[in-house]
């Protein structure tokens, strides 16, 4: 159905086309196996023009249902929205499949690492990496991201001095989020807030190739000799030299300092007398550990990647949310105001703040970070019906390539009402989204398992901001503590204001949802009355 177009594939995000170049590998199997799996109708030149192509797999879902199939010559891959289809694939048979088109583009840059790692190397690394994020952990990174935030209120102040600046958020966030996680994962100051050194440069370097791609549709890079000629390649590696030097040093220090413990005895250490509490430390520090340079940089690695551009983007597609719909941020404000005032928050604070909660919630709802992901079948399976599909399922072949749309089953109509307008009230609704077909449950605010931001496991499937079932990101409650932070202490201090209004922000893709222009706003300082400073926490009404 599909004629490749050179327009087209030039823009595919986390797509990769591949005709008949040999010798170069191409990234997709041949189609096996799914012969019965509804066929999208259309043409490639649909897809041409500004769109991501989340947006216009979106179409597709309408028009051909939760799970569908595009095909291109001989080879295909399977588009699933549904929410059943993601349980069986995320949970209830996820060690039949491994990242396949995304962990060949990762390998060169975070190799064993838990992202892209196959079964064998993951499961040992996410029995160590786990314990790592435990609780008197989560609650010192607590403070560390109100100090970052501090750091970055303070270079806001200076844009401010003068009553009113202008700044790029989008680009505040990313050096917000560099600098914590430099701290969190190796206990290493980026200062990116305040300065540029080689090591940022190399990092954000090495952000971009990752992003370029998982978007380009030929992966030349596998061709040895173009490390050699190939200008961004020749970049590309000497920017990968320099933070593995960085790391390498930090890994041989912290070697050199190593105290071997059992893991309950790392997990009760006392945390506010630790002087370095990165995860680099724990991993290090626990008896058994695989001490391995490699695979200790392939995680770290991993980690600063993973954890970084998804956090600035969330933050980023908060803001702009909530500056597209006053109430909402009217709301959020008053729970600020009256629950946290000028404090830091603590993890308590962020528990009495339900509504600022369900509004990061719905930003991952609507910009979900990634919008895709990617599977590979390790062998034979049958795809569970989808809730108004075939009953007997989808038979799928070893090796057949899947993306699980997370922004069309976030966006889904058959799962939420109003799917494109943004309502952190939503999450309070218990099973406001009646049950389909009486398959799905609905959303259920009681039923949060062991967060208290909305999840996968309240919502059985239907809402998956950080994955689900065995390759869950870890970092889900750092991330979210994170974000929570940053945005409560910037929204009590400042106003934002879009500079040209919400259609110049625009949007594009990489590994996460960009804006295309970036989030350009005059901020001011706030002037908030001090009475309502430290006043009595205040559940804010979550129903409209
Ligand atoms: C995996 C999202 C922050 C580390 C994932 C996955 C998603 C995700 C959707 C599942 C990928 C898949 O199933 O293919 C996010 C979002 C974040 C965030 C939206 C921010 C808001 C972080 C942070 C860290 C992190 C801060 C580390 C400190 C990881 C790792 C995995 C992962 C290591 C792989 C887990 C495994 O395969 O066992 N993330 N993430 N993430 N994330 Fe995150």
Request: with cysteine; charged share 20%.
């Amino acid at each position: 159905h599909f004629k490749g177009s050179a327009d087209f594939q030039a823009q595919l995000p986390g797509v990769f086309f591949y005709y008949d170049l040999s010798p170069i590998k191409g990234y997709f199997q041949p189609d096996v196996g799914g012969e019965t799996i509804p066929v999208a109708q259309g043409e490639l030149s649909d897809l041409a023009g500004d769109e991501p192509l989340f947006k216009a797999l979106y179409q597709w879902f309408l028009d051909s249902g939760g799970v569908y199939k595009l095909a291109f010559g001989p080879k295909a891959f399977i588009v699933v929205s549904d929410p059943v289809v993601v349980r069986h694939l995320l949970k209830e048979n996820a060690f039949n499949y491994d990242k396949g088109v995304l962990a060949e583009i990762l390998e060169p840059i975070m190799g064993k690492g838990l992202i892209p790692a196959d079964l064998e190397t993951w499961k040992p690394r996410r029995r160590a990496i786990v314990p790592a994020f435990h609780k008197a952990w989560l609650e010192k990174m607590v403070a560390m991201f109100g100090a970052c935030t501090q750091e970055t209120i303070r270079s806001l102040d200076s844009l401010t001095a003068d009553g009113q600046g202008q700044t790029d958020m989008e680009e505040v966030f990313l050096s917000l989020g560099l600098d914590i996680i430099g701290l969190g994962v190796f206990n290493y100051d980026f200062k990116s807030i305040t300065k540029e050194s080689p090591v940022i440069k190399a990092v954000y370097g090495v952000l971009k190739e990752a992003e370029h791609r998982s978007t380009f549709y030929i992966p030349y890079w596998n061709i040895p000799i173009t490390k050699y000629i190939v200008p961004r390649q020749r970049k590309f590696n000497a920017d990968l030299a320099v933070i593995n030097a960085c790391l390498d040093d930090l890994i041989a220090q912290a070697k050199q300092t190593r105290q071997a413990d059992d893991v309950e005895a790392l997990q009760a250490r006392d945390y506010s007398k630790v002087r370095d509490p990165s995860l680099l430390r724990f991993l290090v520090d626990m008896r058994d550990a695989d001490l391995s340079d490699k695979q200790l940089r392939d995680d770290l690695m991993t980690m600063l990647i993973a954890g970084h551009e998804t956090t600035a983007a969330v933050l980023t597609w908060t803001l702009f949310a909530l500056l597209t719909h006053p109430s909402a941020y009217a709301k959020v404000l008053a729970e600020i105001d009256s629950v946290l005032g000028d404090k830091t928050p603590s993890i308590e604070d962020m528990r009495a703040m339900p509504y600022v909660r369900c509004a990061l919630a719905e930003s991952l709802r609507m910009y979900p970070q990634p919008p895709i992901l990617i599977r590979r079948a390790l062998a034979d399976d049958v795809l569970p019906p989808p809730l108004n599909g075939d009953p007997s399922g989808y038979p799928i072949g070893k090796g057949a390539d899947i993306f699980i749309s997370v922004w069309n089953l976030h966006r889904s109509p058959h799962l939420w009402k109003d799917p494109d307008t943004f309502r952190p009230e939503r999450f309070s609704e218990i099973n406001s989204n009646a049950a389909f077909n009486g398959a799905w449950a609905g959303y259920r605010p009681d039923a949060q398992g062991s967060s208290f931001y909305p999840n996968e496991v309240a919502s059985d499937f239907a809402f998956i901001p950080f994955g689900g079932g065995a390759r869950k990101c870890v970092g889900d409650q750092f991330a979210l503590l994170e974000a929570t932070v940053a945005l409560t202490m910037l929204l009590r201090r400042f106003t934002f204001q879009f500079v040209e209004g919400p259609e110049s922000v625009g949007m594009a893709t990489g590994a996460t949802i960009h804006t295309a222009n970036g989030l350009k706003v005059k901020v001011q300082r706030r002037s908030v009355e001090s009475s309502s400073v430290g006043a009595e926490a205040q559940e804010i009404a979550l129903t409209a």
